[in-house]
């Protein structure tokens, strides 16, 4: 983790201040990811229920600062199968929701992990929607150094609070990550646009083509210019929407 001075447009996004300000470029080793936070996060252990009703682990980096909070949810899904199988056992007999087809191709029963993975990130986007009070300004598909995922912004209807969000699916992790403000501050994108992906050792990474989770994972670019993993730790430039 180190300090870093975010320029006077995104400190008046973070924290509707002009003057400078440092903030925390924090790192998480145990959900390999990085991102900058207006202060130390705070860090609680949670669950998260999926689409098809899984229980699945999942932490939450939370800062609230004011009016202001900033939010990102990990839920893993690698356990997904085994939680999903087990939780089949104690369906009613010949409830198709748990028992379905059994052959390994299915994805009905006990197979609705494949669904509840592929589908992951559409139904963060669709729970982030409906909110209440909350409406949707902006939904489209985006990628952070080539992780492709859904970007959303949001009104809050009664206060006028403002939401950008972005969720990603990163080596069978779910990342959630929210930075919602006050009326009349501007959009708080670039919570969401600075977080990155670490490999086993820490060093952030850069894919060279779109990684789509669950299909071969394409090559990727460190700094210096090296692929799969040489050459040190790959810079924040060129993130984003390529």
Same mark, same amino acid.
């Given at each position: 983790m180190r300090a870093i001075v975010i320029a006077a447009t995104a400190l008046c996004t973070f924290a509707g201040s002009a003057s400078a300000q440092e903030y925390v470029e924090f790192k998480s080793m145990q959900d390999r990811f990085t991102i900058v936070f207006p202060a130390q996060p705070k860090i609680t252990d949670s669950t998260y229920t999926s689409e098809f009703?899984?229980?699945l682990p999942a932490r939450i980096y939370s800062v609230d600062q004011g009016n202001?909070?900033?939010?990102?949810?990990?839920?893993?899904?690698?356990?997904?199968?085994?939680?999903?199988? %087990?939780?089949?056992k104690a369906c009613p007999p010949g409830a198709e929701a748990c028992s379905g #087809?059994?052959?390994?191709?299915?994805?009905?029963?006990a197979g609705y992990w494949k669904p509840d993975i592929e589908g992951a990130v559409i139904h963060a986007t669709w729970e982030l929607m409906q909110r209440p009070n909350e409406k949707p300004m902006y939904l489209g598909w985006t990628n952070m150094n080539?992780? %492709?995922?859904?970007?959303? #912004? =949001?009104?809050? %209807?009664? @206060?006028?609070s403002r939401t950008s969000a972005a969720i990603y699916m990163h080596e069978n992790? =779910?990342?959630i990550i929210e930075g919602t403000v006050p009326a009349g501050y501007p959009v708080p994108d670039f919570?969401?646009?600075?977080?990155?992906?670490? @490999? %086993?050792?820490g060093t952030e990474i850069r894919y060279l083509t779109i990684y789509h989770n669950g299909f071969p994972k394409p090559d990727v670019r460190t700094q210096g210019g090296g692929q799969n993993g040489a050459g040190g730790n790959a810079g924040r430039g060129g993130r984003g929407n390529q």
């Open positions: 009703k899984s229980v202001s909070h900033f939010k990102v949810t990990v839920v893993d899904y690698n356990n997904i199968q085994a939680i999903a199988t %087990e939780k089949a #087809n059994t052959g390994a191709g299915s994805s009905t029963g080539l992780v %492709e995922g859904h970007m959303l #912004n =949001l009104v809050n %209807e009664k @206060d006028k992790k =779910l990342y919570f969401q646009q600075s977080v990155g992906w670490l @490999d %086993e050792k």
